[in-house]
């Protein structure tokens, strides 16, 4: 056995092989296979008489139960996936088999990656495990499971319990064990300089008991220690048992780098994903959204579903679901790109077929087999209308106010990627109460039914769901969610998995005011003369003087460019919307007027008012906006 992390693990040095076949020994219950040896640490001399047959049998016997031994337990250990299952193997593997207690120290904080030692470092005590007496209700047999400080050994010995922490200081016993890699005898002259340091205050080894102090070493450094105890009423360890260790040590070590490695991975893979999808969802007016999202369970955690939710001009939302096709950091980052892409699409105000249509020249400039599939809508709150464009999207549902659920025709369209393919947009009702549900097959396609079954599961799941609610309440959005997502079985996640869910309450048309104006110098005072009679209808006349001044300032700038008519609208919902488009597509800029100029000052008094305001750029111009709060 070398310090090698790539050696065979059942391959041992020449030199030890040599030992092994010159010295006899006999087997010990409970344990690997082992004989009365001399004083641990002594190098065997080589037997000028030539054993017995019947000892070489024996011998050989032993051997092939320590191979098979150390077989068992590397896979045992090398089954962990997280730190705390390769640590948990390790203990496992070896108490009562190997010793009658285990002691595994690791780094604190465990290094990552090139990340550059530091000296000194501290070693915290992981996990401790031992066989348990009769006493304390359980056989020998039973061994240990316990993740907790526990004593080690019997009560009162001098090892009860083990220090938790330890500094090793560059150039110190501990430190020097740890270099020199290879496990060493408890009772060597190094280890007994080294034990006490680790165990604690002064603490060693109880006489009469056996150790071995094992460094675990991964690919760049040592990351941790083991100490492996036999009692006295047990063989003592050999100079094989060393190569046991030794064994133990390096699949354990190498099986922590790689834990926390992809511990690492995985957090990156997280943070890269949480940071392409929204942190949280729009409130649009007259539209309630709730969204889910969930990765494939048997493969990375990230992946090229993603939706998003766009404010759009005129109290719109543009809904988008899609899925890049693979699961991947590549999948991850076109996911990203094409969500990028979509948003800045939106905000030019496009149709929906046209969005797509960029999209699909995004994805053939990202390179050949950039596929995706994306389903791309608009809701008007105001006319309770939905355009849909689909680009080889499974087909959104229609949960009605009355529970029946509709897989609404949408032309399918060929996925993004493919080029030259012209996209189809449909315009649908909307009606106040509907539900709207995008997802990502995912959802409904598994290795148990092919996506149309799936669909069909998803609109009956959706229909009993609204039973359960009565015919004139809708279900709850966040609990519909995830009623939608208990309907996947154990073998259902074979893929990542994104759900949006609109919930329509739309705009009732009593709620919504609107005019063109010429753009002339009478169209302000024409603006604040209209505002003012709609609030007054509406009951919001303390509005009133905020409204006018800030209608006047606005529709003053949109004249002052303007060729065509000025549209001025007022919408009423929780909050007071006013929206003032004209055909000039320059966005306007805040800025602070000085003492001596005549204008300037609009946007300034715009954004000390309203609660909140923006502007939007149109393919015929552009859209400034303002909200008041309709209470306190």
Known sequence: MTEHPTAHEGRQPLAARSQERTRPRAQAAGSVPAGPAPAPGSVPQPHTVQAPA??????ARREGDRLRFVGAATRRIARGIDLDEIVLGLCRATVPTFADAILVYLRDPLPVGDERPV?????????????RSAEEGGAEAAGSG???????????????????????????????????????????????AALPELLGDGRSVPSGHRAILAPLRGRRRVIGAAVFLRRPDRPAFEPNDLLVAAQLATHTALGIDKAVLYGREAYIADELQRTMLPDSLPQPTGVRLASRYLPAAETARVGGDWYDAIPLPGSRVALVVGDVMGHSMTSAAIMGQLRTTAQTLAGLDLPPQEVLHHLDEQAQRLGTDRMATCL?????????????????????????????????RVPPGAPIGVGGVDFEAVELDAPAGATLLLYTDGLVESRLRDVWTGIEQLRERLAATAQLTGPDHSPPLE???????????????????????????????????????????????????????????????????????????????????AERPVMLRLLRTDVLRCEVGDDSPQLPRQRRARDTDEGGRGLFLVNRLARRWGATRLSTGKVVWFELPTRG
Do not use: K
Not at 152 to 161: E, F, N, Q, S, Y
Not at 378 to 404: C, E, K
């Open 54 to 59: 019947q000892d070489l049998a024996g011998i």
């Open 119 to 131: 000296s000194p470092f501290v070693l915290r005590l992981r996990r401790s495990d031992r066989l």
């Open 146 to 192: 316990s993740g907790a400080l526990i004593p080690v050994l019997d009560p009162g010995t001098d090892l009860a319990p083990a220090a938790e922490l330890c500094e090793v200081r560059s150039g110190g016993a501990l430190s020097e064990v740890l270099r020199g890699v290879r496990p060493v005898f408890g009772d060597s002259a190094a280890a007994r």
């Open 376 to 408: 791309y809508a608009v809701y008007d709150p105001v006319s309770h209308r939905i355009t849909i464009a689909n680009a080889g999207h499974p087909p959104p549902i229609l949960l009605h106010l009355g529970g029946r659920a509709e897989v609404l």
């Open 479 to 561: 609990a519909l969610c995830d009623d939608v997502l208990d309907m996947l079985g154990p073998g259902d996640r074979d893929d990542d998995i994104a759900l949006l869910a609109a919930r329509f309450d739309g705009i009732a048309p009593s709620d919504v005011a609107y005019w063109f104006l010429e753009p002339e110098d009478a169209a302000p005072g024409r603006a604040r003369r209209l505002a003012r009679r709609a609030l007054e209808r509406w009951g919001l006349a303390d509005l009133s003087d905020s409204v006018e001044l800030l209608v006047s300032e606005v529709v003053t700038n949109a004249v002052r460019y």
